[in-house]
């Protein structure tokens, strides 16, 4: 049994033009790369752009890449998912008329999926009031899939540093739920 191609692999492939390379790479990444843009946009419909974007330039950046220099494949794709979203954020907001909210589900379970749905989009409004970095930190270690070295390389700062801007970020998001008038619980994060 051979082990799965590496990250690198993957890319040089890439970088010869081989589309089940890019292809194996996507779905490698993706998810990862949809639920980052998610958490630090808010918007499905956006954070589903911001990956198609940031793989595309996976593809034409490729020939480029140079894993020599000791980055990782994901420290750069992530990076260039964060900037994408900065960048969407500050574009003045579209509404779309599919924006407008549905009636809750009136199944036995609908009051439980809208006070989820809720919690969720409170939760939502919290991270869109913290500063760019310390939502890029909260998005980046709280979705599981990176550590916080790993966090620390994609945004150019220490260990440290960035477990300060953690610290920080979920003082700020206990402080905007608590204005809100909910208690923040361990379970939100």
Same mark, same amino acid.
């Given at each position: 049994m051979?082990?799965p ?9 890439t ?27 808010g918007n499905? $419909? #956006?954070?589903e %752009?911001v ?5 595309l330039r996976?593809? &034409?950046? @490729? ?22 979203c900065?960048d969407?954020k500050?574009?003045k907001?579209?509404?779309?008329m $599919? #924006?407008i909210? %549905? ?9 439980e &999926?809208l @006070? ?5 989009k409170?939760?939502s409004?919290?991270l869109n009031h913290l500063?760019?970095?310390?939502r ?16 620390a ?5 220490s ?9 920080r ?7 905007y739920l608590?204005?809100?008038?909910f ?7």
């Open positions: 051979t082990a191609p590496s990250d690198q692999d993957l890319l040089q492939a970088a010869q033009g081989d589309r089940w390379a890019f292809a194996a790479l996507m779905e490698r990444h993706t998810p990862f790369a949809l639920a980052l843009a998610m958490r630090m946009l499905a $419909d #956006d954070a %752009e990956a198609q974007e940031a793989f996976v593809w &034409r950046k @490729a020939p480029d890449w140079d894993g020599d220099g000791g980055a990782r494949f994901t420290t750069w794709l992530y990076r260039v998912v964060i900037n994408l900065t969407r500050r574009r907001p579209i509404v779309a $599919d #924006d909210d %549905e009636p809750p589900d009136p199944g036995p379970d609908g009051l &999926r @006070a989820q749905g809720q919690m969720q409170l939760v409004q919290a500063p760019e970095r310390q890029a930190a909260i998005a980046l270690c709280h979705l599981g899939e990176t550590t916080n070295a790993q966090a390389e994609t945004l150019g700062i260990v440290s540093a960035l477990e300060s801007l953690l610290v970020g979920r003082r700020g998001l206990r402080d608590s204005r809100q008038g208690a923040a619980s361990g379970d939100l994060l």
